[in-house]
T-cell receptor
Framework: AQTVTQSQPEMSVQEAETVTLSCTYDTSENNYYLFWYKQPPSRQMILVIRQEAYKQQNATENRFSVNFQKAAKSFSLKISDSQLGDTAMYFCAFMKLQGGSEKLVFGKGTKLTVNP | EAQVTQNPRYLITVTGKKLTVTCSQNMNHEYMSWYRQDPGLGLRQIYYSMNVEVTDKGDVPEGYKVSRKEKRNFPLILESPSPNQTSLYFC??????????????FGQGTRLTVV
């Protein structure tokens, strides 16, 4: 079974600075997706960024980028130029590509606070 | 607008009183699932459905039922709710497997309290 570990329950950062959220996972699969989801106080689950395991290039979406280390099974999220609206719970998630079950396996989350 | 709609958003009920949380998607997605979110545990899958009339258990199915009679709807049924089912529930849908998969679309969440 796959597991996802987020070792930082809470983090804080000053506005405009950069912060990195950690995520490690355990799997024997070779083909899979990795995701970061953001959950603001509104509770809505918002996809921030995704990475296909077969792609060596790290995914980026504007101020958000990942450092994907497949051999180390590590998938960290870097937020540059942090904004107050980035304050949220962030979940790392894994999904294997085949097998019939498109189950997302989530980490326990990291609560990020951006301070003015 | 593409969306997953859950109802109700908030629900307080008493132990043992049957309830249904509805979920509907307008994207013609094949795959739908239910998750529960608890503090310190993240989101865990309850049940999923790969298509109409095809459902299967996720990681925490005890105390829940689902049905998939139509492609767009995937209700979650608690026949005899208990306080340990107090949680935040999410419905999610996605287009299908493999190359067709883009992302999971989540509903707004249902905050359920069982007293």
């Amino acid at each position: 079974a796959q597991t996802v570990t987020q070792s930082q329950p809470e983090m804080s950062v000053q506005e405009a600075e950069t912060v990195t959220l950690s995520c490690t996972y355990d799997t024997s699969e070779n083909n899979y997706y990795l995701f970061w989801y953001k959950q603001p106080p509104s509770r809505q689950m918002i996809l921030v960024i995704r990475q296909e395991a077969y792609k060596q290039q790290n995914a980026t979406e504007n101020r958000f980028s990942v450092n994907f280390q497949k051999a180390a099974k590590s998938f960290s999220l870097k937020i540059s130029d942090s904004q107050l609206g980035d304050t949220a719970m962030y979940f790392c998630a894994f999904m294997k590509l085949q097998g019939g079950s498109e189950k997302l396996v989530f980490g326990k989350g990291t609560k990020l606070t951006v301070n003015p | 607008e593409a969306q997953v709609t859950q109802n109700p958003r908030y629900l307080i009920t008493v132990t043992g009183k049957k309830l249904t949380v509805t979920c509907s998607q307008n994207m013609n997605h094949e795959y739908m699932s239910w998750y529960r979110q608890d503090p310190g545990l993240g989101l865990r899958q309850i049940y999923y459905s790969m298509n109409v009339e095809v459902t299967d258990k996720g990681d925490v199915p005890e105390g829940y039922k689902v049905s998939r009679k139509e492609k767009r709807n995937f209700p979650l049924i608690l026949e005899s709710p208990s306080p340990n089912q107090t949680s935040l529930y999410f419905c999610a849908s996605s287009p299908g497997q493999g190359d067709f998969w883009t992302e999971a679309f989540f509903g707004q969440g249902t905050r359920l309290t069982v007293v």
